[in-house]
């Protein structure tokens, strides 16, 4: 985990309204394609899940078919589409809209080079996401590998702007970890899968960066993660906001026909009709998130 000689191009005050001015242009020339979705909520063990339901299922699977049908080697990353670019952040690092997005404004922070989605995120990875974080209230988040949700092997983190459900109520994480001892790994009680939280300091003694980079080995150490091996033994989720960073440790990508990412286990989960979201509010969501990770220690 090396990479740190990155330099920062973002100029400070402009990610915002260059995502709108993107998004505006995405959308008038059809490189941005939306999936429409309808919302609800369902409460379980303490925890209010927002659960999208796909609108249009046959579009989803037409992008999802799309994808399959071209080169296995595509890399919709290098070359990326020139309509979604919304600006340079670093000399590593760019920021691109995602062109399937459901919750709106969702950007991706991508490497400029070819680097493996189930790689080791480094200083630059993490420098390059905070930029963006500093300039947008939002959850920051990396699917570690396949079974963690990834669906592009080029490496790339994201960030979806606060809040996300539609009713602007609060990240239902957010309760979990409101109370985190400073400056220590911990975990949580009431969450019923294997992950450390960290939470973040007021003020950083060194840069941002630095701090996030010594964090995020901390946690992947503290779910048995081997850090002297060239490339993570396990898949995980990453999980980041201005006050606090998540990891957890992911066993399958899905359960019961239900795919989980990073941003279900903030308390977003997306299924595909209102069939799949009676069964998942039988099966229970926390139920899901474990199914998916690991039973708490």
Sequence with gaps: MTARDSDLLLEPGTLEKKVIAQTHHGLNCGALQPIATEFDFIEDQGMRFLVRILANLERKQKATKAQKQKDPDFNPFLPYEADLFVTDISRTHLCLLNKYNVVENHILIVTREFEEQDSWLNYADLEALWACMAEIDGLGFYNGGTRAGASQRHKHLQLTPLPMAPDRSALPLEAFLSDLPPGAVSNTTGLPFHHAAIALPPRFETTAADWLTHAYKQLMGAIA?????????????????????????????????????????????????????????????????????????
């Excluded at 989980?260 to 998130?289: C, D, H, I, T, Y």
């Design 225 to 297: 993660i081997d850090l002297m091996q060239p490339q993570p033994n396990q898949p995980y989720n990453l999980l980041l906001t201005r006050r606090w960073m998540l990891a957890i440790p992911r066993s399958q990508e899905s359960s019961q026909g239900i795919s989980v990412n990073s941003l279900g286990f903030a308390g977003s989960l997306l299924v595909k009709n209102a069939a799949q979201r009676q069964e998942l509010q039988q099966l229970g969501p926390m139920n899901l998130l474990q199914a998916v990770a690991y039973p708490a220690i």
